[in-house]
C-alpha cells in the first residue's frame, strides 16, 4: 500500500487567486493522478503526473487553469489558477503502482468566494 | 473505456440489516473491478478488488463482492450493517490490458440508521 498526504487539508480562497495542492507518497509509485469532486458527485479525472514531463490532461481541463508538476516518484502540486466559485470542489490526489489498484489523498477542500 | 453505473444514489437501512450496493460496467474482454469507500471529510479507501481468479471476493470491514460475467455487474452486499458503515460507497472499473485509470460510478450513499 502506500500512505498519501494531502496539503493544506481545506482552502477558503477569493476568486481570481491561485492556489496551489501538494500531494506526497510515502514510498516510489509509478503514477500520479488528480482528480475533482464536486458535491454530491463522482470523481472526474484532472490529468495524470508525469515524472520530469508535462502532465496528461483530461478532456476539459487545460494546463493554464491546472498546472502540474512531479518532480520525482513522491511528490506532485496541482495549481488551481484564476479561481471562481466554479472550481469549489474536493481535490484528490492518488497513485498507483503496478496493480491497477489506486491510493488515495485525504482530499483538499477548496472554497472559492 | 469502461462505463459503470450505479443504479441506487442512497441506501438506507437499518443497524444490523443486510445491505448489497449494485454495481454494473460496460461489457469488456477482460476488465478490473474496485470498491472503494469514502467516509464524511476522508479520501477513498479501497475496500476490495476483483483481478482474476474466485468471482467472489472479500475484503474489509466484512463486505464481499460478487463478479458475474454474464451480467456485468459486481455487487457489493454485507449481512450485517454496523451504523459505522454509513457512507459514500463508488464502484470503479478499469480495462485489462489498458491504463491504471479506472473509471468510477456515481457513488452510493450507504446510511444506516439505529
Known amino acids: 500500500s502506500a500512505v498519501i498526504s494531502q496539503k493544506p487539508s481545506r482552502d477558503i480562497c477569493q476568486r481570481g487567486t491561485s492556489l496551489t495542492i501538494q500531494c506526497q507518497v510515502d514510498s516510489q509509485v509509478t503514477m500520479m493522478f488528480w482528480y475533482r469532486q464536486q458535491p454530491g458527485q463522482s470523481l472526474t479525472l484532472i490529468a495524470t503526473?508525469?515524472?520530469?514531463?508535462?502532465?496528461?490532461?483530461e478532456s476539459g481541463f487545460v494546463i493554464d487553469k491546472f498546472p502540474i508538476s512531479r518532480p520525482n516518484l513522491t511528490f506532485s502540486t496541482l495549481t488551481v489558477s484564476n479561481m471562481s466559485p466554479e472550481d469549489s470542489s474536493i481535490y484528490l490526489c492518488?497513485?498507483?503502482?503496478?496493480?491497477?489498484?489506486?491510493?488515495f489523498g485525504p482530499g483538499t477542500r477548496l472554497t472559492v468566494l | 473505456a469502461q462505463s459503470v453505473t450505479q443504479l441506487d444514489s442512497q441506501v438506507p437501512v437499518f443497524e444490523e440489516a443486510p445491505v448489497e450496493l449494485r454495481c454494473n460496467y460496460s461489457s469488456s474482454v477482460s476488465v478490473y473491478l474496485f470498491w472503494y469507500v469514502q467516509y464524511p471529510n476522508q479520501g477513498l479507501q479501497l475496500l476490495l478488488k476483483?483481478?482474476?481468479?474466485?468471482?467472489l471476493v472479500k475484503g474489509i470491514n466484512g463486505f464481499e463482492a460478487e463478479f458475474n460475467k454474464s451480467q456485468t455487474s459486481f455487487h457489493l452486499r454485507k449481512p450485517s450493517v454496523h451504523i459505522s458503515d454509513t457512507a459514500e460507497y463508488f464502484c470503479a472499473a478499469s480495462s485489462s490490458g489498458g491504463s491504471y485509470i479506472p473509471t468510477f460510478g456515481r457513488g452510493t450513499s450507504l446510511i444506516v440508521h439505529p
Open positions: 492518488s497513485a498507483a503502482r503496478d496493480s491497477y489498484e489506486q491510493f
Open positions: 503526473a508525469n515524472q520530469g514531463s508535462e502532465a496528461t490532461y
Open positions: 476483483y483481478l482474476s481468479g474466485s468471482t
